[in-house]
């Protein structure tokens, strides 16, 4: 049975970007998935990614900017 | 019947940038087709633009910038 | 120039539920206005409808339900 | 390097149901893709599932479930 | 200042649900924290609780509905 | 009882920036506040932040860039 699917993946911008290599499995991998799990038609799979400042990431109460001046 | 909509709108950014005129023309239709359809306050209409870079936006397992490069 | 869109509606739920006829209209003008202002293909254009309790929707610091209660 | 991810899932609700168990392979899926390619700790990693009514899908400028009743 | 702010709260659907009076004070929270914190004016603040079935709802790769079985 | 929660918080970029203190006022505020309004364990709430240019937020039919013009 087809299905139509939309993913949204956020992660934190760290120091060492995401490269557009990394970015393009991560789509490929969740359109595989999606095809392999529930038999989606990969055709109409639209995957977005959002990239999020570790200023606008929060866990536990704090940013993860604070965090990894702990080294958290 | 009042309704309290919200439209989030979500576009590749390309070569050619979204205009602030095509800005104000895709906030003016929404909120109008809304209020049409719906009947709704144009008032408590929020509509909110997410550019996309094609790195980010996957569709049918690859990249867009992947799809650009084919000429697709 | 193409482009990718995706667009999400969020509406409250009220008494008089919106109608498939009306999801239709909404969906159609939405892909219709981003053909118009973008010259987006339309065969790629995604639309997704939220219908909100109105428990769940809040606007000034109160949720919808009570405004409706004083009539709002 | 460590990040945050979270993950949105959308996905049509048809008539046959994802199971439990296929919401499972998902989750587990996403969390083990991002582990793999991006190096996060997969304990920080939220993955959250959307059915969305047929009615209230749209692509190409009409419903899915006008898509289904022509059998497409 | 004043600025245009839209949040939205997604928590799972637990044994207890999350009760109108509970909602109220999740949505006049926000708003005054909003308010105090960037001095925006509350009369534009929307806020969109999301409830989520614990079987949609995954983190450290599987669904909250698992981890509840094992009193986690 | 705890439940999982993910809150997004979207608000304008405006001259004058939301900088990284008052970021952080409003993860730990919001993390506070669900736990006190529903019990959550706070190591696993979930904060993200997006500030948005003034162009791409529509209210009342026209971008807050416009509104600005104006003096509102």
């Known amino acids: 049975m087809r299905?139509?699917?939309?993913?949204?993946?956020?992660v934190t911008r760290e120091k060492e970007?995401?490269?557009p290599e990394?970015?393009?499995q991560l789509i490929k991998g969740v359109t595989d998935l999606l095809q392999n799990v529930l038999g989606k038609?990969?055709?109409t799979t639209v995957v977005?990614?959002?990239e999020v400042e570790t200023d606008?990431?929060?866990?536990a109460g704090e940013t993860v900017t604070e965090r990894r001046k702990r080294g958290e």
Do not use: L
Not at 56 to 59: D, F, H, K, R, Y
């Open 3 to 10: 299905r139509m699917p939309y993913v949204n993946i956020k």
């Open 17 to 19: 970007p995401v490269t």
């Open 22 to 24: 990394q970015k393009q």
């Open 41 to 43: 038609n990969p055709k």
């Open 48 to 50: 977005v990614i959002d």
């Open 56 to 59: 606008n990431w929060g866990i």
